[in-house]
Nanobody
Framework: VQLQASGGGLVQAGGSLTLSCAPP????????VGWFRQAAGKEREFVAA??????YYDDSVKGRFTISRDNAENAVHLQMNNLRPDDTAVYYC??????????????????WGQGTQVTVSS
């Protein structure tokens, strides 16, 4: 499974961006999809995931970010509102079938897209 992530950019604090992730191949909604991010000099961290109809969020983005699946487009979107400078990072989408206890672990996702840069200015 190859994934394509898009939608990153430069935005001022308080602004919004929507990231999208889609496989270019045939639809496969069986996979769980997660978003991770990696800021300069830091480890990759979990942002959000959608799996079996349920959504999961890191505490740092709860109430600001929304992950959703568009079955018609076979895409997963990450709506990011009220962005803060500490949201600045390269954002990656990933697909896999992690068990629930591994939903926030990069190791649970064998398929990754290229990253998309999100920069939030203060």
């Amino acid at each position: 499974v190859q994934l394509q992530a898009s939608g990153g950019g430069l935005v001022q604090a308080g602004g919004s961006l929507t990231l999208s992730c889609a496989p270019p191949e045939r639809p496969d909604s069986r996979y769980s999809v997660g978003w991770f991010r990696q800021a300069a000099g830091k480890e990759r961290e979990f942002v959000a995931a959608i799996a079996r109809g349920r959504t999961y969020y890191d505490d740092s983005v709860k109430g600001r970010f929304t992950i959703s699946r568009d079955n018609a487009e076979n895409a997963v979107h990450l709506q990011m509102n009220n962005l803060r400078p500490d949201d600045t990072a390269v954002y990656y989408c990933a697909a896999g079938r992690p068990i629930l206890s591994a939903i926030s672990s990069p190791q649970g996702y064998p398929h990754w897209g290229q990253g998309t840069q999100v920069t939030v200015s203060s």
